[in-house]
Every structure is written in C-alpha cells, then in structure tokens.
C-alpha cells in the first residue's frame, strides 16, 4: 500500500512553503522550486488539505516565527528521515538558538567530522526549512554562502533574527 501524505501551502515572506506530513510526522517544509524540494515524496500520494493535526501547530510555530517570536520546536514530531550522518547534523541545527549563528566548520568540529563541505551537504538536504534552523549556518569568517532556495532568502532570514552575517557582495 502506497503511503498517503497532507500538503499546505503557507504564504511567507520568503515565498510560498510546501508543509508536508503523514497522520504523525512532519515530513518536510520546503521553499517552492528550492533544491531538493519534496525530496523523496510520491507526487501520487499527497493531498491538499485545509487543516490537519500535525501541520497545524506547524503553522502556528511559523506564524509565530514571522512575527519575531522565537518557539521552542522540540515537540514538533519530524519524521526520521535521512542517512545517520544527516540526522547528527540536523540534531545540531535544531540546537542554534534564533539569532545565532554557527560556521560548517564549527559543526565539523563539534560533531567530529573531517569535512566541513560533507557538513554542508547535509545541511542542504535538510527538509525542515526555518524550523529546523540551517539558514544560522554560515561559511567561514560568517560568511553568506548558499541555501537550497537562494541565498538572497537566507540572508532575508538572518535579518528578521537579527543575526550577525556577513553578505556575499
């Protein structure tokens, strides 16, 4: 039997979000036309729905988000998706705190991992865009680098948590 997913579109600042869940995880939240969007979902099998238990009080953590308040989302039920090594580094992104950021290298060291590029791999497949926080991950010397839906949003991002980046021009 095929799995079923539920879809809402969220209209935000940075353009319209893709919310995707099954009956108990949050699956994904993506940019529209980011990288990886929707990454290994079945077009077949999503719904669009207007309200939905899990995707809800995700709607509300955005909400939320968009008007400047920082939510704790350690309750949000994420699907486990991804390989080991990806699921490491998106448990470290789920501990920057709004307004921080931290460099691909600082996570490398931390996590004991050789490669900050293999960091930034993973980084980019996250699919909890905002929530899951990888726009507060910069290049060394906090540096601006990319984003799977454009730098140009994570930068908008960095700027509404007022955090301390520095652009790529």
């Not at 529209?32 to 953590?61: M, N």
């Not at 490398?108 to 926080?133: C, F, H, K, T």
């Not at 601006?144 to 994570?154: F, H, P, R």
């Amino acid at each position: 039997m095929q799995k079923k997913y539920a879809k809402m579109l969220y209209f935000s600042p940075i353009g319209t979000l893709s919310l995707v869940a099954d009956e108990q995880y949050l699956y994904g939240i993506w940019v529209q036309e980011q990288k990886h969007f929707e990454r290994g979902l079945g077009y077949e099998t999503i719904e669009a729905v207007v309200s939905h238990p899990i995707l809800d009080p995700v709607i509300a953590c955005l909400d939320a988000y968009f008007k400047g308040k920082p939510q704790d989302l350690s309750d949000l039920p994420l699907a486990s998706i991804g390989t080991d090594f990806e699921k490491r580094v998106w448990s470290y992104l789920q501990g920057i705190p709004y307004g921080q950021t931290v460099t691909y290298g600082q996570i490398a060291q931390e996590l004991q991992v050789d490669s900050a590029q293999a960091i930034g791999g993973a980084v980019g497949r996250n699919p909890w865009s905002i929530l899951v926080p990888c726009h507060r991950v910069l290049g060394a010397g906090k540096r601006l680098t990319g984003y799977a839906a454009g730098v140009e949003k994570k930068a908008w991002l960095l700027e509404h948590e007022g955090a301390d980046f520095r652009d790529i021009k």
